[in-house]
Every structure is written in C-alpha cells, then in structure tokens.
C-alpha cells in the first residue's frame, strides 16, 4: 500500500511503496514488474533488479508529478512479490 508523508509546507518528501515481482529472464538475468504501474524493467542480477525496480519506479513517478497526473495507490499487494519503496521530494506551492 502506497503511503503519503510531507516533512514541511515548503518541500514535500513523499514515500511509495509497490510491489515489484521479480523473476528470471529467459535470456538471463532477472525481469521486475510492478503491477500498479504497468511498468517493467531487468537486470543482470537479482540485486541489479531491485535498483533497476526502484529507478523505474521514482522516474516513473517523477513523470507523472511533472505532467500533473496523479499517482497510482496499491490497493492490495501482489502474491509473490516484493516491497519497493521510493521517497520523492517536491516543492509544495
């Protein structure tokens, strides 16, 4: 479930949390999808992944914020995944 924090009325940190599925890639190394966002990316390793998830994720965000769309909530977690979490920071108006 994705969670929402503000630190100050000038700046805005913003903390998500997705489920991202990881599994192995036919042509080697590991797929990462993340439902919610209909979005997937790999790596060489299980570990390079998990960056490549997390990077996904907050440009994925990032673009999102930028164009003044809103920003997808998990509403339930996907069975056989693993939680992500990005943390975003944005000027407040």
Avoid: C
């Amino acid at each position: 479930m994705s969670t929402l924090k503000y630190t100050s009325l000038k700046e805005g940190a913003m903390t998500y949390t997705y489920t991202v599925i990881f599994e192995p890639a036919e042509e080697g190394g590991y797929l990462a999808h993340v439902p919610t966002l209909d979005a997937t990316t790999q790596g060489e390793t299980l570990e390079e992944a998990r960056e490549m998830a997390k990077d996904l994720i907050q440009g994925h965000l990032e673009a999102l914020l930028k164009m003044g769309q809103p920003i997808p909530r998990e509403t339930r977690r996907t069975k056989g995944g693993e939680p992500v979490t990005v943390n975003l920071t944005v000027a407040v108006a």
